[in-house]
């Protein structure tokens, strides 16, 4: 590859892109929001939720110095992040409170760079995020999940025309903008009636002595915050 081959592919990834119109973003926000709210389609489009929420965990675990030893995504949609460490202190908080809040900060981050015209650079970001979280997949259902999605992100970013990875890129920005909201209002509905005695929330309560209320409370304030700030930069208000 010459120099200027090399000057094209960096103008086509840190290049800026237009964003579509006002209406097709309302657009790209309602199909996220029907596979959000249906529960039929939320039971499949929850698998994409669920590599954000293990991704996060995997993330801060690495950034924190902990040893990350796997993750797997099973067919229910549930997940699990393994890493070795100490089992208290600030760096376990931080793995545990990254599952629920990763959705919706990545989302954010996607609308922060599709307000700036990033649309390429968000697809393939996208991209290397899901190879990396490939390394780590310790069973075949996850793998072939993060490889469909990690597919879907390379392919539109290296073959489809602007005008659809634009489209695609507010979808899937919108879809965990939104998709981000519903998981903490299902756990608070399973504590209610006594179910996930392990989750992310009872963890955090057991490392902080604080209630897990608060950590729900604080998941909620994340996602909806989230998700109105990245909001307004996806609508240009």
Same mark, same amino acid.
């Given at each position: 590859?010459?120099?200027?081959?090399?000057?094209?592919?960096?103008?086509?990834?840190?290049?800026?892109?237009?964003?579509?119109?006002?209406?097709?973003?309302?657009?790209?926000?309602?199909?996220?929001?029907?596979?959000?709210?249906?529960?039929?389609?939320?039971?499949?489009?929850?698998?994409?939720?669920?590599?954000?929420?293990?991704?996060?965990?995997?993330?801060?675990?690495?950034?924190?110095?902990?040893?990350?030893?796997?993750?797997?995504?099973?067919?229910?949609?549930?997940?699990?992040?393994?890493?070795?460490?100490?089992?208290?202190?600030?760096?376990?908080?931080?793995?545990?409170?990254?599952?629920?809040?990763?959705?919706?900060?990545?989302?954010? #981050?996607? %609308?922060? &760079? !599709?307000? *700036?015209?990033?649309?390429?650079?968000?697809?393939?970001?996208?991209? =290397?995020?899901? +190879? /990396?979280?490939?390394?780590?997949?310790?069973?075949?259902?996850?793998?072939?999940?993060?490889?469909?999605? #990690?597919? %879907?992100? &390379? !392919?539109? *970013?290296?073959?489809?025309?602007?005008?659809?990875?634009?489209?695609? =890129?507010?979808? +899937? /920005?919108?879809?965990?903008?939104?998709?981000?909201?519903?998981?903490?209002?299902?756990?608070?509905?399973?504590?209610?009636?006594?179910?996930?005695?392990?989750?992310?929330?009872?963890?955090?309560?057991?490392?902080?002595?604080?209630?897990? +209320?608060?950590?729900?409370?604080?998941?909620?304030?994340?996602?909806?915050?989230?998700?109105?700030?990245?909001?307004?930069?996806?609508?240009?208000?």
């Amino acid at each position: 590859m010459d120099s200027t081959d090399l000057g094209d592919l960096w103008d086509r990834i840190f290049g800026t892109q237009p964003a579509p119109e006002q209406w097709l973003v309302v657009v790209t926000a309602t199909v996220a929001l029907i596979a959000v709210v249906p529960n039929a389609l939320w039971r499949v489009s929850r698998n994409t939720i669920t590599i954000a929420h293990e991704g996060g965990h995997g993330l801060i675990a690495l950034v924190t110095g902990r040893r990350l030893q796997g993750i797997r995504l099973h067919s229910d949609t549930s997940g699990l992040t393994v890493s070795r460490g100490r089992p208290t202190g600030i760096g376990m908080i931080l793995t545990a409170a990254a599952g629920y809040t990763a959705p919706p900060l990545l989302g954010l #981050g996607g %609308a922060w &760079l !599709l307000s *700036s015209g990033r649309i390429t650079l968000l697809l393939w970001v996208a991209t =290397a995020l899901l +190879a /990396v979280m490939l390394v780590m997949i310790r069973n075949v259902y996850g793998a072939l999940t993060v490889i469909f999605t #990690g597919s %879907a992100f &390379l !392919l539109v *970013s290296w073959l489809a025309p602007p005008d659809v990875q634009s489209l695609f =890129a507010y979808t +899937a /920005v919108w879809f965990l903008l939104l998709g981000g909201v519903r998981p903490a209002f299902e756990l608070q509905s399973k504590r209610r009636h006594g179910g996930a005695p392990d989750s992310d929330a009872d963890q955090l309560s057991r490392l902080t002595d604080v209630p897990a +209320a608060l950590w729900l409370f604080l998941f909620h304030a994340v996602s909806l915050c989230s998700l109105i700030g990245g909001g307004r930069w996806l609508l240009g208000l």
